[in-house]
């Protein structure tokens, strides 16, 4: 599976954005999809999950009651609504896929498939 990462861009602290992922191949609906992010010098880290149906969702604390992970499986696309922006979110945004676990991990190992990232960057 491929995934296209968009929606990044420069906002004010405060505002909102919505990051999609679209992905290409016909097992989009049976992967759990994941949203991490990877600040400069930083290591990459883990936002948000959500299970194959959309039934579970998981969240780092930090970004709790902020972020919404969502998926349209007809359009194979999934998405991360951002409210509430901070400078500290300020990131190269990463949506992956995985085939194999049966609820949304937040460990990096359990995703075979990567988009190529999408730049937030927050101004205070």
């Known amino acids: 599976v491929q995934l296209q990462a968009s929606g990044g861009g420069l906002v004010q602290a405060g505002e909102s954005l919505r990051l999609s992922c679209a992905a290409s191949g016909r097992t989009f609906s049976s992967y759990n999809m994941g949203w991490f992010r990877q600040a400069p010098g930083k290591e990459r880290e883990f936002v948000a999950a959500?299970?194959?149906?959309?039934?579970?969702?998981v969240y780092a604390d930090s970004v709790k009651g902020r972020f919404t992970i969502s998926r349209d499986n007809a359009k194979s696309t999934v998405y991360l609504q951002m409210n509430g922006l901070k400078s500290e979110d300020t990131a190269v945004y990463y949506c992956?896929?995985?085939?194999?676990?049966?609820?949304?991990?937040?460990?990096?190992?359990?995703?075979?498939?990567w988009g190529q990232g999408t730049q937030v960057t927050v101004s205070s």
């Open positions: 992956a896929a995985d085939p194999r676990s049966t609820i949304p991990k937040i460990s990096t190992r359990a995703y075979d498939y």
């Open positions: 959500i299970k194959w149906s959309g039934g579970s969702t």
